[in-house]
DNA sequence: TACTGGATTCACT
DNA sequence: GTGAATCCAGTAA
């Protein structure tokens, strides 16, 4: 794979562990596999998220063209951007690049807090099947059109891994690519990522 | 204003 | 593996 740049954390503020918005400033592939292991928190739910995928603005992105609904990811980094789609789902991303434009949809979790309330949620008691999905994840979170264009760090919170620094380059972590420009990355053996297909 | 198709999931075969 | 569920953003007219 190609060789992607390291983000300069520093170790000292390390164990605090916020990210902070410019941690989403960044190259968009980046951030989507800087991202594997992190913590996100939304209100009493955590999880830890073992897959993702980055989106610019190749053919399958929203923002290929510049619309209402993709203009946040033309137009902020560290937002949350929600859409609802199949008249059923939502799905949760976040916003990347300070001069460019994309976002990393979260595509699965492994719960680690809040276990009962996202069965409650999904209606589910497999715990494998309450966050293995970006619909899924979004569900089980209570994620709605509610968070879209509000900033990481007050109703939605990522922590930083505690057992390695984001370390872009990571054994443990997978990629697929589903298109030239279209990267997935996932926690190799885990097995809380979702079955995705390829298109 | 009307139509089209979708960054998905689940039940069923 | 296949099809249904179902709402909305985007687009064409």
Redesign the pocket.
Known sequence: MERLPRYAFPIADYEMVYLKRDFFARDTVTVAQDLIGTTVIVGNCAGKIVET?A?RTDA????A?L????RL?YETYGCCYV???????Y?F?ITTERAGVG?V?IRAVEPLRGIAEMMAR?S?EDVK?LAS????FAQAFGIDKQLNGKPIGRDVKIRQRKETPPISASSRIGISRATDLEWRFYETGNPFV?R?KAR
């Open positions: 995928e989106y399958a992105s929203h923002a063209k619309t209402e609904r993709s990811m859409y609802f789609t199949y008249g059923l789902h799905c991303n976002a949809l999904r589910v099947k999905g970006p619909a899924r979702s995705f």
